[in-house]
């Protein structure tokens, strides 16, 4: 069983920055592409970044890109998403995600079906 649990979220004003964290455990996290998704009121999750288990390869969404950057730690066990000049439509509930081992593959996916394991998602809001 896999635990990731998010903190970082908040309230802040556009313009702003906010640091979310997600900490893993239960499984060889260094083993698993991790990623970021979002979901806004009436909206469906939709994909923020990813990084793969090495760090090598890194996706963004094209709303976040050059804005967020993605990174991960695997001595900790925990994956990061900086977010500068946030925006009012940032506003959602952040998901951390992992996808299942990949002993082989060092990939990255923008795809929600390619991750196995969901944290309880944090919430931000930026404020205009």
């Known amino acids: 069983q896999v635990q990731l649990v998010e903190s970082g979220g908040g309230l802040v004003q556009a313009g702003g920055s906010l640091r979310l964290s997600c900490l893993a455990s239960?499984?060889?996290?260094?083993?698993?592409?991790m990623g970021w998704f979002r979901q806004a009121p009436g909206k469906e999750r939709e994909f923020v970044a990813a990084i793969s288990r090495s760090g090598a390869r890194i996706y963004y969404a094209d709303s976040v890109k050059g804005r967020f950057t993605i990174s991960r730690d695997n001595a900790k066990n925990t994956v990061s998403l900086q977010m500068n000049s946030l925006k009012p439509e940032d506003t959602a509930v952040y998901y951390c995600?992992?996808?299942?081992?990949?002993?082989?593959?060092?990939?990255?996916?923008?795809?929600?079906?390619?991750?196995?394991?969901w944290g309880q998602g944090t919430q931000v809001t930026v404020s205009s």
């Open positions: 995600a992992a996808g299942p081992p990949a002993y082989l593959n060092d990939y990255a996916s923008t795809k929600r079906e390619a991750y196995d394991y």
């Open positions: 239960g499984r060889t996290f260094s083993n698993s592409a």
